[in-house]
């Protein structure tokens, strides 16, 4: 997707249902998932970024980025960048957490 088209793709997707659409809180909560994305992210050297409260985009320590459209297509994308499977759910499995 090119980045006009994630700008103008708007932010309306499941996981915004039920924030206010007062600006400010739709931000935090934006600013929230990309903190909390990140600290799963880290581990395989991926960094999210919001872009404009519109869509996400996503970077490789070797400067790939790709625009995703919501917070749903993270994770899909990341695998792409990453060539493997990523269960974010069993991360830490190893540290018994």
Do not use: Y
Not at 26 to 51: C, G, K, P, T, W
């Amino acid at each position: 997707m090119c980045g006009m088209c994630g700008l103008l793709g708007g932010g309306t997707h499941w996981s915004n249902v039920g924030v206010p659409d007062d600006g400010a809180t739709r931000r935090q909560r934006r600013l929230l998932q990309v903190a909390l994305a990140n600290r799963i992210l880290e581990s395989f050297r991926l960094r999210l970024d919001d872009f404009h409260g519109q869509s996400f985009v996503l970077s490789s320590p070797t400067g790939a980025t790709e625009v995703v459209a919501n917070f749903t297509e993270v994770w899909k994308t990341a695998e792409k960048m990453l060539g493997k499977p990523l269960d974010p759910l069993t991360l830490f499995e190893d540290e018994g957490r």
